[in-house]
């Protein structure tokens, strides 16, 4: 997973000229669960089938030029990265709740983790 490549793909779209705005997600594993306890790793599965929907369905959206995502699966220490999501579209009202939309529902239909 690269951040920099995601964003180059996107920059070489064919209507990239149509976007006023690229938005990233960077998603890694943290120390502390939501509830405060000590986490060592994160075990990540991933539905790769319904995230190829949940994209498809993002870049259906008004306004969105393009979207990428990609996940980490298997056991992932403290600091790695877990998830990018970009997105590009013409306009901020557009692009970040294209962005919030693909993280929630990735994160609720896409992966399973267990805590370490």
Do not use: W
């Amino acid at each position: 997973m690269d951040i920099s490549d995601m964003i180059r793909k996107i920059k070489a779209h064919p209507e990239y000229h149509n976007a006023g705005m690229i938005l990233c997600h960077n998603g890694v594993v943290r120390a502390t669960s939501r509830d405060g306890k000590p986490v060592t790793e994160l075990d990540v599965m991933v539905d790769r089938n319904r995230l190829a929907e949940i994209i498809a369905e993002i870049k259906k959206r008004p306004g969105i030029v393009e979207a990428l995502a990609e996940v980490r699966e298997g056991k992932l220490k403290i600091g790695e990265d877990v998830m990018m999501i970009v997105v590009a579209g013409d306009f901020r009202e557009n692009v970040f709740s294209a962005l919030m939309d693909a993280v929630n529902a990735i994160k609720k239909d896409v992966t399973r983790k267990t805590e370490q």
